[in-house]
Each structure stands twice: as structure tokens, then as C-alpha cells.
């Protein structure tokens, strides 16, 4: 019996033709962060987005954050609203570009940004320093913000959104990609994702322009000249050819990622939901989600810890929900427009082993641990 073996949350699943890309990567020489594998990795991606959007292989989704900021001209002084509720890589690069991060919590439908608060925080900006200069909003645990909603009010202030992907490559909101439905777009290829590269990211923009301008930043701002010439302060972003093979192989079996991390989804909804005091985030009108992640919410904090120890004695690994930006000490002098959305889904609730790689067995295994501690 394999019951000692440990269960993670989220592992890299490789499908089988990833070898066969590298091999072409050391076959060549191009063992750089350009070449063929890059070139046909962002084919492949524009290809799944919907071929309307250029994208930019790059060697992390916060490199891709960061980028995406400076194409929108954030810099120093500047303020970013920004969805408290997700991981810290969302926010950081706000700070790389000398900006000050805002943080607007989440609404219940979606567990992200409310579309409320955002208005009211801009309202307030406006009224008591400046405009904001970007929004990020974040797909979070691969269901979509409410992108009609939100991308009405950037409009209406005249502000560019920042689509955090990371978390939803795979997902659509009325039948439009995750990554294409605002300004700039960001994916994370992170060994934690839905698809992997090990480490790597892009960046999703609207035309040949953008992008250009996106690979130049990206590769040290090299002005045209033989020599190297600078008029610019560049970064070394770019995603290398050997991972961009990876990428290569893990697209050829996205769909099936996307179907085996619903799956789970179903088989714990369809095994729990028949106790009250725990609850899943269904799919709200017009999105089909990626099922990154399947989470719970509990109804407090002690049931949540009581599964997540459970687990943990079982050797399954699971973790609570994102702590939200706005409580984190790092960012303890940001502003924040909260109403105890966020804070209440960190306190009570739960990721759940959610692999694409985890087998029927895997998941009865955490299956009867959680049952075990609602029968106590
Ligand atoms: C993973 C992740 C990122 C960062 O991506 P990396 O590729 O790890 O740099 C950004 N935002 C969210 C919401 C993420 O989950």
C-alpha cells in the first residue's frame, strides 16, 4: 500500500514530448534564451489564447508583471489598485517600479476584486492624490474576476488593467480566454502551474507593437547598432530555449491538464457538499474554470485547522487560502478599501491536493482523511 507516500498540493505532471523538444534544443545548440523551442512555444500559446493576442516567453510570471507595468508607464510616485487577495508576485513588481500598491479586497462570487471597492478607491485617489495609474486583477484559484464589471469602470476612469493569468491558464469567461481579457495579460509557467517550464511566464498583449516593445525590455533594451548602445534600462527576462521545450511539450496536453484538475474538483465537491459547514466556489454565469486549485471554506478557523492538521499527520499536504496583501507586514503601510471578505477567506479556508497527476487512490486517500474529521 502506497498510504505513506506523501500527496502534494500541486506537482509538476509532465506528458512526454517534453524530452524530445529539449533534445532538439542540445541537437542545434540554441541552448539560449532564444531560439526555435521560444519562437514555437509562443505560437503554441497565441494559438490556445485565440491567435488575436502577441505574447512574450518570459523566465517568470512576475518578470511578466513587471514588464507588463512598464509598458503601462507605472513609475516612481504612481499608485496601482491591486487584489489583496492573491500571492505577493502580484504585487511586488508595483514596488520594483517605485510605485505604491493599493490594495482592494475581494467580493464572495468570485473571491476576487470587488467591483465596488475598486470604484470606491478610485473615487477616493482621485479626490485625495491622483489617478491611479494601472489595476491588477487576478484570476484567483483559476475562477475570473468579473471582467465586464471591472474592465466598465477602468474604462470609464480611463485606467489599464493588468490581467494577473497566472492562476487561469485554461479557464474562460464567456468563452474568451483567461489572459486576453483586459489590457495586458500575465501567465506563470511556475512547477506549481496548471502547465510547467519549471520556471517561466508571458505576457499577453494586444499587437506586433507592444510586443516588440516587450522583447526589447526584456533583452536588456539593445538599441539597433552592432555594438551594444543604450538608451534605456533594460531587464534579462527572456524565457530560455531549453525550458521554452518544456512549454512545448506540456502544450500538447493542456487539455487534458484542465480536465483532470476539474475532475478532482468534482470528486471532492460531489463527495462533501453534503456537509453545510463546508463550501466550494461554484462557477459563476459564463466562466469555465481551470480548477487550478479545488479550495473549501469553511465555517471557521478551528474546522479549517482541524482538516489541515488531519492531513498533515496523514502526510497530504494542503495550505490555507492566500493571506491577503493588506495584512501582510511588508505592506502594513500600504492603503487599503477592505470589508473582511479576504481576511475571512484566509482564516477559514483551505487548498486541497489538487495535481492533475493524482490518482483515484490519491484522492480517496484525502477524501477519507477529511470525512474523518467531519465525523468526530
Ligand atoms: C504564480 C503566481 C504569480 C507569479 O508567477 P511566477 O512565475 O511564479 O513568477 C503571480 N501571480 C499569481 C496570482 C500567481 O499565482
Known amino acids: ?61 512576475t518578470s511578466a508583471i513587471h514588464v507588463a507595468l512598464q509598458l503601462l508607464g507605472v513609475s516612481n510616485g504612481d499608485e496601482v489598485l491591486c487584489q489583496s487577495f492573491t500571492f505577493s508576485a502580484s504585487a511586488n513588481p508595483i514596488v520594483y517600479q517605485g510605485a505604491r500598491p493599493v490594495f482592494i479586497d475581494s467580493e464572495l462570487d468570485t473571491w476576487n476584486m470587488s467591483p465596488e471597492l475598486l ?3 478610485i473615487k477616493d485617489r482621485i479626490a485625495k492624490y491622483k489617478k491611479p495609474k494601472a489595476i491588477v486583477a487576478v484570476h484567483i484559484y483559476g475562477i475570473p474576476f468579473k ?17 494577473d493569468s497566472a492562476e487561469a491558464f485554461g479557464s474562460t469567461y464567456f468563452d474568451k480566454a483567461c489572459g486576453t481579457l ?71 496536453v493542456i487539455e487534458d491538464r484542465v480536465a483532470s ?31 487550478w486549485m479545488t479550495c473549501i471554506n469553511t465555517e471557521s478557523y478551528e474546522m479549517r485547522e482541524s482538516i489541515r492538521l488531519n492531513l498533515q499527520d496523514n502526510e497530504i499536504e494542503s495550505r490555507p487560502l492566500w493571506k491577503p496583501m493588506h495584512l501582510q507586514a511588508v505592506f502594513k503601510d500600504c492603503l487599503a478599501f477592505t470589508d473582511g471578505t479576504s481576511e475571512r477567506l484566509f482564516n477559514n479556508g483551505l487548498c486541497l491536493p489538487s495535481g492533475s497527476n493524482l490518482t483515484p487512490e490519491d484522492l480517496q486517500r484525502v477524501l477519507s482523511v477529511i470525512l474523518k474529521t467531519q465525523n468526530q
Open 1 to 61: 500500500m502506497s498510504s505513506n507516500t506523501k500527496i502534494y498540493l500541486s506537482s509538476p505532471h509532465m506528458g512526454g514530448a517534453e524530452l524530445k523538444f529539449i533534445n532538439q534544443a542540445f541537437d542545434t545548440n540554441w541552448i539560449a534564451p532564444l531560439g526555435p523551442n521560444v519562437n514555437g512555444f509562443e505560437e503554441d500559446l497565441k494559438r490556445f489564447l485565440g491567435g488575436e493576442n502577441e505574447v512574450t516567453a518570459l523566465n517568470s510570471g
Open 119 to 121: 470604484e470606491i478607491a
Open 147 to 163: 471582467a465586464n464589471e471591472i474592465n466598465a469602470i477602468a474604462k470609464k476612469y480611463e485606467i489599464p488593467v493588468v490581467e
Open 182 to 252: 483586459s489590457d495586458v495579460g500575465v501567465l506563470s509557467f511556475n512547477g506549481n502551474k496548471i502547465i510547467t517550464t519549471s520556471g517561466g511566464g508571458a505576457l499577453v498583449v494586444k499587437n506586433l507593437k507592444l510586443k516588440n516593445k516587450a522583447v526589447f525590455l526584456a533583452t536588456q533594451a539593445r538599441d539597433n547598432a552592432p555594438h551594444y548602445e543604450h538608451s534605456s534600462i533594460g531587464f534579462n527576462y527572456r524565457l530560455s530555449n531549453v525550458l521554452a521545450g518544456i512549454g512545448r511539450g506540456q502544450m500538447e
Open 261 to 291: 484538475r476539474r475532475n478532482n474538483y468534482n470528486f471532492y465537491k460531489s463527495n462533501l457538499s453534503k456537509y453545510k459547514s463546508i463550501q466550494f466556489l461554484e462557477e459563476p454565469e459564463g466562466v469555465f474554470s481551470n480548477r
